[in-house]
């Protein structure tokens, strides 16, 4: 039966198809291999990916004022945070060193020293976020160790002091290049890690540890990966040491309260922790910072083994962020503790304002803290994000708590002169020969009346005043004057329910 010609047709594309594609893969084996890591053994050699810039986007571990920050070259970096005053020197003969300011720019060969008692934070463009401790030296991209007919490649360099790194999260984490940093005779490759590295300087010593993903770790004997939760010690001319599991991260026994009431002093706030399982930590290491980054430090204490609880004292109203991590004999570290956060607060006395002034007139108000219950004179304690309102002309006890059970109530008393502004108007009539009647309006600062108080009414010249009683109307108090004979005026003193006092000069002919 004779073919149809639509076959013909399909054969011939097929079999161009399938000529392109061989002659491509021809094309590519033909091309040379990409280069591999200077002086990595051809075991490990594998190809590395085109270089590329990449953006400082929102990954959520990054510092949050870098996000919106451009891409910046693969041999630089950014001192997104320093705390003290952080030395940066150029590369080059003519360059003075300066003290560094958040946002800069560090080209390669720039050398970051951090004194004592300061600490800086540097955004590498692969990704990594490297924290800079006291008293340590970096150098930044300069030329590695060279190789017969292979450009220097470059490396940061750890002269003194320890570091920590943190890898960037997300999928970029696993292609990103790494960055190598030299430690006395050892190189570490940062970039797929969160973990340290400390150099003794007396000894040579270098401690390095990956608490999360692996470190790369190359000495002049070997080379290894340093995987997660482990830590080890290189030490020039002895054997290697096994490596060693680093102390768990701390769990909090008795955790620090998420909120503490003040009624304006500074108060004690207390945390207990532990370690679980069967292992011991030879040392703790606890932080209270200002931030959830732990940047601005208010306190950093290194406590003995046996002691697992704190007292932070005389916090005063603000927001705090608790952490602590385990330490074992030879000082490696574990991931710290969960951060909590402290809020010590105290209602705010708002002050009342009268008719007249450049601010709209209001009374005065308790603003309560958002999460905290309260209760003014023996009303129940709620809590509320409209402020308390005050009455003036009277005392106030107000009872505050950080639970709606009043577990930890405080007492906080707002005297009458803190309540007003009291405002009034004193009238006296007179109704015979002698005799009159006094009357006091008593209103607040939106004019509203304030009924149920106590007058007490005294004068300098004997003038006879029965006790003001509230009239019909709400507010206005009444009461019967009689004038002494030859006397026809007097200054009178207002006492308002015990708490506060003023004074009005009346004559008998008002």
């Known amino acids: 039966m004779p073919q ?20 491509r893969a021809s094309e590519a084996l033909a091309q040379p291999a990409p280069p591999t890591l200077p002086n990595a053994p051809q075991a490990a050699a594998r190809p590395t ?18 996000a919106a920050l451009p891409p910046f070259a693969a041999h630089e970096a950014r001192l997104a945070w320093s705390r003290g005053a952080v030395e940066v020197t150029p590369e080059g003969p003519n360059a003075t060193a300066h003290t ?13 020293v951090v004194p004592e008692g300061a600490s800086a934070e ?40 320890s570091l920590t790194a943190r890898m960037i999260a997300g999928p970029l984490s696993e292609t990103a290049p790494l960055v190598p940093v030299a430690v006395g005779a050892t190189t570490a490759w940062l970039g797929r890690v969160d973990g340290s590295l400390a150099f003794e300087a007396s000894t040579r010593a270098v401690r390095l540890a990956a608490n999360r993903g692996r470190m790369r770790v190359r000495t002049p004997e070997r080379e290894y990966i340093l995987r997660a939760s482990t ?14 599991l680093l102390p768990p991260s701390p769990q909090w026994s008795a955790p620090p309260p998420a909120r503490a009431l003040s009624s304006g002093e500074p108060v004690d706030v207390t945390a207990a922790w532990s370690l679980r399982g069967t292992v011991v930590a030879a040392s703790w290491r606890l932080e209270i910072a200002r931030d959830e ?37 030879e000082r490696f570290e574990g991931l710290p503790s969960p951060a909590v956060a402290v809020h010590v607060a105290a209602p705010v006395l708002v002050q009342g304002v009268g008719p007249g002034a450049s601010d709209p007139a209001r009374l005065a108000a308790l603003d309560v803290p ?23 002309g009277r005392n106030h006890e107000v009872r505050c708590a950080s639970t709606p059970d009043g577990t930890d109530v405080r007492v906080i008393r707002v005297s009458a002169a803190q309540s007003g502004p009291l405002l009034r108007e004193v009238r006296l009539r007179s109704t015979a020969v002698d005799q009159g009647v006094m009357a006091v309006r008593l209103f607040d600062a939106e004019g509203v009346a304030l009924p149920y108080a106590d007058i007490t009414v005294v004068n300098d010249r004997g003038v006879a005043v029965d006790r003001l009683r509230e009239a019909r109307e709400r507010g206005v108090y009444v009461g019967a004057v009689r004038w002494p004979r030859g006397v026809t005026r007097a200054r009178f003193t207002f006492t308002v329910n015990s708490a506060e006092r003023f004074e009005e000069d009346l004559s008998q002919s008002q």
């Open 293 to 329: 980054l732990f940047h601005d430090l208010l306190t950093v204490e290194r406590l003995p083994a046996e002691s697992s609880s704190y007292t932070a004292r005389a916090l005063v109203p603000g927001r705090y962020f608790f952490r602590v991590t385990a330490l074992d004999a």
């Open 370 to 392: 958002e999460g905290f219950f309260c209760g003014i004179d023996g009303a129940r304690a709620v809590a509320t994000n409209v402020p308390l309102r005050l009455a003036p």
């Open 231 to 244: 830590g080890t010690l290189e030490e020039p001319g002895r054997p290697r040491q096994p490596l060693r």
């Open 4 to 23: 149809r010609p639509d076959f013909f047709v399909r054969r011939v594309v097929l079999t161009a198809v399938a000529a392109a594609l061989t002659a």
């Open 122 to 161: 540097l955004l590498l463009a692969n990704g990594t976020v490297v924290t800079l401790h006291e008293r340590t030296e970096l150098h930044l991209f300069v030329p590695g160790p060279t190789t017969p007919g292979v450009a220097p490649a470059p490396i940061c360099t750890l002269p003194r002091g």
């Open 49 to 66: 990916p085109p270089r590329r810039t990449f953006p400082l986007a929102p990954p959520p571990r990054v510092v949050p004022s870098t």
């Open 100 to 112: 560094g300011v958040a946002g800069e720019m560090l080209p390669r060969g720039t050398r970051v």
